[in-house]
């Protein structure tokens, strides 16, 4: 029983952090920190009561990054998004939808500049 206690002791603190997730720097409860998500995003930024809120970056495995205001773990407020393809939108968001004033940018430079609401482009 206690070779197999011993065992699983190691395994814990030997795998690699992105099987389990968590905070690998500064305070992640109330303060400035970093956290590591299971899936393999990466926030850093402010925190309060262990939710991101404040201002950060949210970085995805896929190449995905957001830089800007956070409420109770959701894109709300001011920020820049760039998806991997290349699309960037500056602006507005709520609950992780673009929404607002903003600017959408396409890889070839294209823009769609005005409102949006709820993840789409409504007019100018």
Do not use: H
């Not at 190691?10 to 690998?24: E, T």
């Not at 995905?64 to 500056?90: H, S, T």
């Amino acid at each position: 029983m206690k070779m197999l206690w011993v065992a699983l002791v190691l395994i814990i603190c030997f795998s690699p952090l992105n099987v389990f997730g968590g905070c690998v720097k500064g305070d992640c409860m109330n303060g400035q920190g970093t956290f590591v998500y299971a899936d393999g995003e990466k926030y850093v930024g402010q925190f309060r009561d262990g939710k991101m809120q404040g201002k950060g970056t949210l970085t995805s495995p896929d190449g995905a990054k957001y830089v800007g205001e956070f409420r109770d773990n959701m894109m709300n407020g001011q920020g820049i998004l760039v998806r991997p393809n290349g699309v960037k939108y500056v602006g507005q968001f709520n609950n992780n939808k673009l929404c607002g004033k903003g600017t959408l940018t396409s890889p070839g430079g294209k823009k769609l500049v005005g409102e949006f609401k709820d993840g789409e482009f409504v007019g100018r």
